[in-house]
């Protein structure tokens, strides 16, 4: 168990629809990523924020979009979902820059 | 060229085969080595890190790290079935917190 929860674990919705997902960080980490992995793409970095704040952006649609809670949860809301947002999305905190991350274990998003 | 470059397999071997598994990276700023495993379904889980250039070793597991030829690899000893998954490396620059991943590689041990 690294720590870090997500929920749901599992969510079916329909194209056009928005959903939100929901992440705990490990105790004490100040930064959480978002990342998306599916079969054809990997595992790709999504965005990050620290102590509340966007610290760093990857490849997110402009339809994606997330915040920090002052209690460090983060949340990640997908809208207008497409078929091709079919994926696990994985939510990992960290501390420090040299620390590494400690993934949860996921959400799996199908989108019908 | 990607920036990170691994051989998806999969890679099938017997049980208490010695497994070695690779990555090439072109990026000669990255610092910081990971290497995480992700049993299917589940969440990557870190494995190994390792700063610079050299080895460590953990257990069955043993992390080698070359920058002269910007490849690193993942030892397993003595693997087992329940080593069976996917095996993803990872590394970043200094003073950078996002890691960048290789595709991963597939693994599986067999009785």
């Excluded at chain 1, 929920?7 to 990523?33: E, F, N």
């Excluded at chain 1, 990640?76 to 905190?93: H, I, Q």
């Excluded at chain 2, 010695?18 to 700023?29: P, Q």
């Excluded at chain 2, 610079?52 to 690899?73: L, M, P, W």
Aim: glycine content about 8%; charged content about 20%; aromatic content about 12%.
């Amino acid at each position: 168990d690294s720590g870090v929860t997500q929920t749901p674990k599992h969510l079916i919705t329909a194209t056009g629809q928005r959903v939100t997902l929901r992440c705990s960080p490990r105790s004490g980490d100040l930064s959480v990523y978002w990342y998306q992995q599916s079969l054809d793409q990997g595992l790709q970095f999504l965005i990050q924020y620290y102590n509340g704040e966007e610290r760093a952006k990857g490849n997110i649609l402009e339809r994606f979009s997330a915040q920090q809670f002052p209690d460090l949860h983060s949340e990640l809301n997908l809208s207008s979902l497409e078929l091709g947002d079919s994926a696990l999305y994985f939510c990992a905190s960290s501390g420090g820059q040299q620390e590494t991350q400690y993934f949860g274990p996921g959400t799996r998003l199908l989108v019908l | 060229q990607k920036e990170v470059e691994q051989d998806p397999g999969p890679l099938s071997v017997p049980e208490g085969a010695i497994v070695s598994l690779n990555c090439t990276y072109s990026n000669s700023a990255f610092q910081y080595f990971m290497w995480y495993r992700q049993y299917s379904r589940k969440g990557p889980e870190l494995l190994m890190y390792t700063y610079s250039s050299g080895n460590k070793e953990d257990g069955r597991f043993t992390a080698q790290v070359d920058k002269s030829s910007k490849y690193i690899s993942l030892f397993i000893r003595d693997s087992q079935p329940s080593d069976s998954a996917t095996y993803l490396c990872a590394m970043k620059r200094g003073g950078s917190y996002i890691p960048t991943f290789g595709r991963g590689t597939s693994l599986i041990v067999h009785p």
